[in-house]
């Protein structure tokens, strides 16, 4: 049983993952603020310097397993300090580089794939903190994530007024330093995994192996749920403000619909986390699901910029609100030495339908000259992941044993 002082602690461990989130991820997406800049500056093709973001959602993807494992080999706190130092030092080292194919390397792979070691496992750690308000605590943690436009976007807009980007880029690894690895020491293992890696026996009470979960069906549809409901609303969130462009929406008019879409995300999350404690966290992430299929069709029928912001909320309300759910669902259905991996696993279904979205919505509106192909496109994928989550079935529990007759 979870003691009086774990239980108030337990929060700090929420409260925490947001700062880390926030920060990580933050420091990632600062590079559609610095794009213009560093092509002005440097001559390189905005196209080379935005396939680095690609790099890093595909590099995440393949990372996240392995810190995932690491993590409940280790515990999760070594591995979020690991992440954070290498956050820092590979945002520092990229705003030193001087070619193209150095700054992809250093940012894509590097910051990459050091930001994948805060997702998987800090969402695993958090789960298994907690017995009750599971969905409420993840969701926070994802609270915490989407500040990230909020507050360090437009630090990093601001800084790139004041100087250079490659001063405001070793702002920005300097402001992860400072932040996340004293924050990373607050990060520790639940207290029932503690207790059984001391013990040396396996935690959660399952036998199930790791080669047993990966090759599970529970496991595969909610990779693959994952995949196509984040590869729904990625091209979505990229090539919205293009879209309101074409529309003859002004571009910084344009700009303002993310905002509008992030805070949405936010109530969203926070929403779906309190749902998914009352009704479980599959029925309301099916229900998602369906809505945002639906939503994605939204952005065809308006042209002016209240209808855009509606849809845009709408949109975000949902899209933000299902995604703490599948790290809930993976909680519920396999043991707790594993969650790491596990979440690490289906993380990388995030982040392949997130590097997927940007190039498909490119290449649709390159042939069609029109985007109402790519949330036509969205809606078709999302009701793809909807169809998928209606066939995720929980693992049976095993039978209690019956008391023998006295």
Same mark, same amino acid.
């Given at each position: 049983m979870m003691g009086l002082a774990d239980r108030h602690y337990r929060w700090v461990i929420v409260a925490a993952g947001g700062v880390l989130g926030c920060v990580a991820i933050g420091a990632m997406f600062s590079l559609p603020v610095f794009l213009q800049p560093i092509a002005k500056d440097t001559g390189w093709s905005v196209t080379g310097v935005s396939s680095a973001m690609t790099i890093a959602f595909l590099t995440m993807a393949f990372a996240s397993f392995a810190w995932g494992a690491l993590s409940d080999k280790f515990g999760p706190r070594p591995v979020v300090l690991t992440g954070s130092i290498v956050i820092a030092i590979s945002i520092a080292l990229a705003s030193r580089t001087t070619s193209l194919l150095q700054f992809q390397l250093i940012f894509g792979i590097l910051a990459g794939g050091a930001t994948a070691a805060i997702f998987a496992p800090l969402m695993a750690c958090v789960t298994n903190w907690f017995d009750t308000h599971r969905s409420l605590a993840v969701s926070l943690v994802s609270v915490g994530m989407g500040m990230a436009p909020i507050v360090m976007s437009p630090l990093s807009a601001w800084l790139v007024t004041q100087y250079d980007w490659r001063t405001s880029m070793q702002v920005i690894a300097l402001l992860v330093a400072v932040v996340m690895i004293p924050v990373s020491f607050l990060i520790r293992r639940a207290p029932a995994l503690e207790m059984m890696a001391q013990g040396g026996a396996a935690a959660g009470g399952n036998g199930m192996s790791v080669g047993e979960a990966l090759r599970s069906p529970q496991f595969?549809?909610?990779?693959?749920?994952?995949?196509?409901?984040?590869?729904?609303? %990625?091209? +979505?969130?990229?090539?919205?403000? %293009?879209?309101? *462009?074409?529309? /003859?929406? +002004? #571009?910084? &008019?344009?700009?303002?619909?993310?905002? *509008?879409?992030? #805070?949405?995300?936010?109530?969203?999350?926070?929403?779906?986390? $309190?749902?998914?404690?009352?009704?479980?966290?599959?029925?309301?992430? =099916? =229900?998602?699901?369906? =809505?945002?299929?639906?939503?994605?069709?939204?952005?065809?029928? =308006?042209?002016?910029?209240?209808?855009?912001?509606?849809?845009?909320? @709408?949109?975000?309300?949902?899209?933000? /609100?299902? !995604?703490?759910?599948?790290?809930?669902?993976?909680?519920?259905?396999?043991?707790?030495? @594993?969650?790491?991996?596990? *979440?690490?696993?289906?993380?990388?279904? %995030? %982040? $392949?339908? !997130?590097?997927?979205?940007?190039?498909?919505? /490119?290449?649709?509106?390159?042939?069609?000259?029109?985007?109402?192909? $790519?949330? @036509?496109?969205?809606?078709?994928?999302? !009701?793809? &992941?909807? #169809? !998928?989550?209606?066939?995720?079935?929980?693992?049976?529990?095993?039978?209690? +044993? *019956? +008391? &023998?007759?006295?």
């Amino acid at each position: 049983m979870m003691g009086l002082a774990d239980r108030h602690y337990r929060w700090v461990i929420v409260a925490a993952g947001g700062v880390l989130g926030c920060v990580a991820i933050g420091a990632m997406f600062s590079l559609p603020v610095f794009l213009q800049p560093i092509a002005k500056d440097t001559g390189w093709s905005v196209t080379g310097v935005s396939s680095a973001m690609t790099i890093a959602f595909l590099t995440m993807a393949f990372a996240s397993f392995a810190w995932g494992a690491l993590s409940d080999k280790f515990g999760p706190r070594p591995v979020v300090l690991t992440g954070s130092i290498v956050i820092a030092i590979s945002i520092a080292l990229a705003s030193r580089t001087t070619s193209l194919l150095q700054f992809q390397l250093i940012f894509g792979i590097l910051a990459g794939g050091a930001t994948a070691a805060i997702f998987a496992p800090l969402m695993a750690c958090v789960t298994n903190w907690f017995d009750t308000h599971r969905s409420l605590a993840v969701s926070l943690v994802s609270v915490g994530m989407g500040m990230a436009p909020i507050v360090m976007s437009p630090l990093s807009a601001w800084l790139v007024t004041q100087y250079d980007w490659r001063t405001s880029m070793q702002v920005i690894a300097l402001l992860v330093a400072v932040v996340m690895i004293p924050v990373s020491f607050l990060i520790r293992r639940a207290p029932a995994l503690e207790m059984m890696a001391q013990g040396g026996a396996a935690a959660g009470g399952n036998g199930m192996s790791v080669g047993e979960a990966l090759r599970s069906p529970q496991f595969i549809i909610l990779l693959l749920t994952n995949f196509f409901c984040c590869a729904t609303h %990625s091209g +979505p969130i990229f090539h919205t403000v %293009s879209y309101a *462009v074409t529309c /003859g929406i +002004p #571009l910084i &008019a344009a700009v303002s619909i993310y905002s *509008v879409e992030g #805070l949405a995300g936010m109530g969203g999350r926070l929403a779906f986390g $309190l749902l998914g404690d009352r009704y479980g966290a599959k029925n309301v992430l =099916v =229900v998602g699901l369906l =809505v945002q299929a639906i939503g994605a069709l939204g952005f065809i029928a =308006v042209s002016q910029l209240a209808g855009f912001y509606a849809v845009a909320a @709408i949109f975000g309300f949902i899209y933000a /609100g299902t !995604m703490p759910l599948y790290s809930v669902l993976v909680r519920e259905n396999f043991p707790m030495h @594993i969650m790491g991996t596990i *979440v690490g696993g289906v993380a990388m279904g %995030s %982040s $392949l339908g !997130m590097a997927a979205g940007p190039v498909a919505g /490119g290449l649709i509106y390159d042939t069609f000259a029109s985007y109402a192909w $790519l949330y @036509i496109g969205s809606a078709a994928v999302g !009701m793809g &992941a909807f #169809l !998928m989550a209606m066939t995720f079935k929980p693992f049976r529990k095993p039978p209690q +044993p *019956v +008391p &023998a007759a006295a």
